[in-house]
């Protein structure tokens, strides 16, 4: 079995550690976390240090990947750059909770989670680095770009595309084919009915925009 860290010990990554565990494909060696002392415990993990230490723990323990455990996606993405400055050669792994529902041809990139319920169609494909939270539904031939998360309960219909670093809140609806820009927030409980640009915060039945959003602005 494989040794991994993760990277983050918020709430966010003891659901992540939860979904590693029953997985059983990887042993946890421990947390990052850069605001959190050293060996502080979380879910009895200890935290080893802050992302400018990988090098030397990640030699130190004889760990060659692990997961970015951060529920924001932009933030996510910075840290996901700063590790591969560091630690030229990480592998970034996927955490797959057991009851995940996942259908042939589904094609999953490195650094995504998928939570507990989760249902993944066939023939979509999700990009790297993604949040697909608890009970979330992804149906047929959709298209995740990298750095997207749903959250708990969020469902996309057939042929759906969402582009880089988007987020759909709890409970969004979208209907089949709509097409989501990139940097876009959904906010929790809207319908999707029509397609929705790229830096927008829409939220509303049918989902409006509301405004626009700049890169890296906090949803969370």
């Given at each position: 079995?494989?040794?991994?860290?993760?990277?983050?010990?918020?709430?966010?990554?003891?659901?992540?550690?939860?979904a590693?565990?029953?997985?059983?494909?990887?042993?946890?060696?421990?947390?990052?976390?850069?605001?959190?002392?050293?060996?502080?415990?979380?879910?009895?993990?200890?935290?080893?240090?802050?992302?400018?230490?990988?090098?030397?723990?990640?030699?130190?323990?004889?760990v060659?990947?692990?997961?970015?455990?951060?529920?924001?996606?932009?933030?996510?993405?910075?840290?996901?750059?700063?590790?591969?400055?560091?630690?030229?050669?990480?592998?970034?792994?996927?955490?797959?909770?057991?009851?995940?529902q996942?259908a042939?041809?589904?094609?999953?990139?490195?650094?995504?989670?998928?939570?507990?319920?989760?249902?993944?169609?066939?023939?979509?494909?999700?990009?790297?680095?993604?949040?697909?939270?608890?009970?979330?539904?992804?149906?047929?031939?959709?298209?995740?770009?990298?750095?997207?998360?749903?959250?708990?309960?969020?469902?996309?219909?057939?042929?759906v595309?969402?582009?880089?670093?988007?987020?759909?809140?709890?409970?969004?609806?979208?209907?089949?084919?709509?097409?989501?820009?990139?940097?876009?927030?959904?906010?929790?409980?809207?319908?999707?009915?029509?397609?929705i640009?790229?830096?927008?915060?829409?939220?509303?039945?049918?989902?409006?925009?509301?405004?626009?959003?700049?890169?890296?602005?906090?949803?969370?």
């Amino acid at each position: 079995m494989e040794d991994i860290i993760i990277v983050g010990s918020s709430g966010h990554a003891k659901v992540v550690i939860d979904a590693i565990e029953k997985q059983g494909a990887f042993r946890i060696a421990g947390l990052i976390d850069r605001f959190k002392r050293k060996d502080e415990q979380v879910l009895q993990y200890s935290v080893l240090g802050s992302e400018e230490d990988l090098p030397e723990i990640t030699s130190a323990l004889g760990v060659t990947g692990g997961i970015v455990a951060i529920g924001d996606n932009w933030v996510r993405s910075k840290v996901v750059c700063a590790i591969k400055r560091l630690v030229p050669g990480f592998r970034f792994v996927s955490a797959i909770h057991p009851s995940a529902q996942i259908a042939r041809s589904v094609s999953i990139g490195g650094g995504t989670v998928l939570m507990a319920g989760t249902v993944i169609n066939s023939d979509s494909r999700i990009g790297e680095h993604c949040i697909i939270n608890t009970k979330a539904s992804i149906d047929h031939d959709n298209v995740l770009g990298d750095f997207v998360s749903l959250a708990p309960n969020a469902t996309s219909g057939g042929m759906v595309k969402i582009d880089d670093y988007s987020a759909l809140c709890l409970g969004v609806n979208v209907a089949h084919s709509i097409n989501i820009g990139q940097h876009t927030v959904i906010g929790a409980g809207s319908t999707v009915l029509d397609d929705i640009p790229s830096f927008a915060l829409a939220f509303g039945t049918p989902a409006r925009v509301q405004r626009q959003r700049t890169v890296g602005e906090t949803y969370m």
